[in-house]
Every structure is written in structure tokens, then in C-alpha cells.
């Protein structure tokens, strides 16, 4: 199933735990290539605030800052 994903700010990213980094990454490769490749209606729209297709600006902002954010913080394998 396609995901949604919401918008957050870079201090919102920086609050948030690892893991929960983690399960962002994870929902945002989930996110469908783009609109014209998706089964949806032609006339569908995005609602604002969300992200939902990979060849949108939002979406590689949303990336972008992820891994900015995950780069500064110790690896983590989801083991403890």
C-alpha cells in the first residue's frame, strides 16, 4: 500500500528518536514514484501538508533532511 507521509520541520526531525527516524525513512521509500505512474484518479490531489509521491519537492526536501538529521546521530541496527 502507497504511503502518506506528513510534513516536518528540521526541529521537529532533531526531537524525534532514532527509531522513530527510522520508521520516517521507511515510509517515505514506500511512497509511490510519482502521480502520472499511480493508479489514482488523474484528478486526485495531494492534501497539503503531505507527501505521497517521490518525484515531488516535497518529498525529496523530506529525504534530504532526513539523512541530514540521521547522519549526526550514533548508527543504529534496531538491536538493543
Avoid at 527510522?22 to 484518479?41: A, G, I, P, V, Y
Wanted: hydrophobic content about 30%; some cysteine; glycine content about 4%.
Amino acid at each position: 500500500m502507497p504511503s502518506i507521509v506528513e510534513v516536518k520541520t528540521t526541529g521537529e526531525l532533531k526531537s524525534m528518536h532514532t527509531g522513530s527516524l527510522m520508521s520516517r525513512r521507511k515510509k517515505l521509500l514506500k511512497c509511490e514514484e510519482s502521480q502520472l505512474k499511480s493508479d489514482r484518479n488523474p484528478d486526485y490531489e495531494v492534501e497539503l501538508g503531505t507527501i505521497e509521491f517521490k518525484d515531488s519537492k516535497e518529498w525529496k526536501i523530506a529525504y534530504f533532511q532526513l539523512k541530514e538529521e540521521l547522519s549526526k546521530r550514533e548508527h543504529w541496527t534496531g538491536k538493543r
